[in-house]
Nanobody, 122 residues
Framework: QVQLVESGGGLVQAGGSLRLSCAASGVIFSINAMGWYRQAPGKQRVLVATITSEGSTNYADSVEGRFTISRVNANNTVYLQMNSLKPEDTAVYYC????????????????WGKGTLVTVSS
């Protein structure tokens, strides 16, 4: 079992910055990819950014150039640096661990954190 805990959300003015963190804990042998998703009020959860264990990244078009995802494999932590924030970035941000194994031949599983709220005021 893997637990994900997000932190770093809050209230910020448009144009400001925030840095989200997500730490995975539990019995972890490896995690294939980690990522951030967000869900705005009344909308579906959508991808923000992902990063593989090798460091390959993928971003939603809406955040490309403003957000940066990074990862420290040694402690299973993923970060999301968010700059030039806009009111439309307001959402609950969720961390995901994709393909997490508790041992080398374990079944890869996906886990989600409980989310952290980011509010951007205009």
């Amino acid at each position: 079992q893997v637990q994900l805990v997000e932190s770093g959300g809050g209230l910020v003015q448009a144009g400001g910055s925030l840095r989200l963190s997500c730490a995975a804990s539990g019995v972890i042998f490896s995690i294939n990819a980690m990522g951030w998703y967000r869900q705005a009020p009344g909308k579906q959860r959508v991808l923000v950014a992902t990063i593989t264990s090798e460091g390959s990244t993928n971003y939603a078009d809406s955040v490309e150039g403003r957000f940066t995802i990074s990862r420290v494999n040694a402690n299973n932590t993923v970060y999301l640096q968010m700059n030039s924030l806009k009111p439309e970035d307001t959402a609950v941000y969720y961390c995901e661990a994709d393909g997490a194994r508790s041992w080398s031949a374990g079944i890869p599983m996906n886990y989600w954190g409980k989310g952290t709220l980011v509010t951007v005021s205009s």
